[in-house]
């Protein structure tokens, strides 16, 4: 398994070093590298720059190791024309849209909003009140129409 520990050791095997001296190159003690190599510990991150500088590899060499894939690219961000053309809710392509005057712009928002509020304010079916039918036993056309009393 690739380590920091295994890093490090490479490393200083390829130099043809000791691990007395990268401690002494970086400041910390022979135990602190030992357990560096031991995968103990890791350097604390005050130390990578040095540590790396000192084994001739770079910070992320050394923190992630020579095989690490590189991060995934992110996707071109689509532009704002490109996210409104998509986002265009009527037939009429905007083109069209954008060459009526600013009268024309406005009859059609005033129509368009009382289409709207007519479709908002509409209940479903199934929240509509039922009418009430009065049961009078007989058969509605049977049944004689009530005189309205005078």
């Known amino acids: 398994m690739d380590t920091i520990g295994s890093r490090i050791r490479s490393a200083l095997t390829r130099l043809e070093k000791s691990p007395k001296w990268l401690a002494d190159e970086v400041g910390v003690s022979y ?9 103990e510990i890791a350097p604390k991150r005050a130390r990578v720059a040095a540590v790396a500088q000192a084994l001739q590899l ?11 894939a590189p991060a995934p690219a992110t996707p071109p961000q689509p532009s704002v024309a490109a996210l409104a053309e998509e986002s265009w809710p ?4 905007r083109a069209d849209f954008d060459r ?3 009268e ?6 005033a129509v368009v909003s009382k289409f709207i509020a007519g479709c908002l304010a509409e209940q479903p079916l199934f929240a509509r009140k039922k009418k009430v039918i009065e049961f009078t ?11 309205s009393s005078k």
């Open 58 to 68: 770079s910070e992320e060499t050394l923190m992630f190791g020579a095989e690490r």
């Open 104 to 109: 024309n712009r406005a009859n059609l928002d």
């Open 137 to 147: 036993g007989m058969h509605p056309e049977q049944a004689k129409p009530r005189r």
């Open 100 to 102: 009526l005057s600013p």
């Open 90 to 93: 009527f037939s009429i392509p």
């Open 31 to 39: 135990e602190t590298v030992r357990k560096w190599l031991a995968d």
